[in-house]
């Protein structure tokens, strides 16, 4: 079973930046697309960003301009880097990917605060 692990998650201030990492435990595949969501308290789950393996990404409308995904060089690493960050970022941020099947990560908590 391929996991996913998050990295990169804490305390921030406002305007500040964060990058977060996520890595599979298994590199037998390509995964066709790697992601981020976010769930923030009392409201659902939704994108942040995705990109496929051509390099093609796409944004949730409230992060774009301020956050950057990217897919590392090693196969299966996703990476989200964060600024501008503003309260209404904090969140539990999860990572995902595709192939055949949906894999979820267990989440990282970024809180944006002063």
């Known amino acids: 079973q391929v996991q996913l692990v998050e990295s990169g998650g804490g305390l921030v201030q406002p305007g500040g930046s964060r990058r977060l990492s996520c890595a599979a435990s298994?590199?037998?595949?390509?995964?066709?697309?790697m992601g981020w969501y976010r769930q923030a308290p009392g409201k659902q789950r939704e994108l942040v960003a995705v990109?496929?393996?051509?390099?093609?990404?796409k944004y949730g409308d409230s992060v774009k301009g301020r956050f950057t995904i990217s897919r590392g060089n090693a196969k299966n690493t996703v990476y989200l880097q964060m600024n501008s960050l503003k309260p209404e970022d904090t969140a539990v941020y999860y990572c995902?990917?595709?192939?055949?099947?949906?894999?979820w990560g267990k989440g990282t908590l970024v809180t944006v605060s002063s």
């Open positions: 990109a496929d393996s051509d390099g093609r990404s």
């Open positions: 995902n990917a595709v192939h055949g099947m949906e894999y």
């Open positions: 298994a590199s037998i595949f390509s995964f066709n697309t």
